[in-house]
């Protein structure tokens, strides 16, 4: 009776492949049966470096460094390679890491606007058949009469302020501030009109400083900008926080 072992060995390995074209590291299963040239012919086409340029390197499971796979003749079974070794790619052609996945550097195709225009598969003819957002004119007209009423709201409640004035800020979602005007007008960081304010208490974001222009003076985060409909003018004696308080 024939006592020997018989060892099966998977014909297949899984590995995990790396190379310095990329950051990135993926799997995928070969057959121990092909040589190292074939692999190197395989490993081109997921990693980009070219088989002329390549040299492979064996890690083990634990990323250790068991030995150079320079042999092209060789079947990838012959080394010692189990499922979840990793075999690093270096490309000695002078690719760099990035060059395959930066897409900044790709050129891209610039359709003309009148030409995208005169298109009608495009999204833009869709919206335009349809009627949505700015190709609806009846819709647009009526949002810019309400933006022009709303602005002529703020315009007039803007006037009615003075710099100076003890006022109550109410801006929907945030808490009711108490400040001082001091700056009411238009500004070069956003159109329309605007307040500024200088709160009693550092509930601001910035100095009356925005973009590198200064419109007022305040200590650091008690100053800030406010549409003026959300500034009521009025009698709101600054309040004792006891900061001086023991």
Known sequence: ????????TNPTVNVRLTSTLSSFEVQRRF??????AELKGKLEMIVGAPVSCMDLELFSISDKFLQKMDENEA???SYPVDDDCRI???DRSGGQMGEFTDVSKVE???LPDDAYDKRTDTARSFM???RVGRYNEEEMAKKKA???AREEEQKAAADAIAVGSRCKVQVPGQPTKL???MYVGTTDFKPGYWVGVKYDEPLGKHNGTVEGKQYFECESKYGAFVKPLSVTVGDFPEEDYGLDEM
């Not at 009776?1 to 099966?8: L, R």
């Not at 057959?31 to 190292?36: A, K, L, T, V």
């Open 146 to 148: 309400e933006n022009a």
């Open 1 to 8: 009776m024939d006592s020997g072992v018989t060892v099966i």
């Open 31 to 36: 057959n121990r049966g092909i040589s190292i």
């Open 88 to 90: 690093h790619v270096v």
């Open 75 to 77: 079947l990838l079974g």
């Open 179 to 181: 400040g001082t005007v």
């Open 108 to 110: 891209k195709f610039e």
């Open 128 to 130: 335009k058949k349809q």
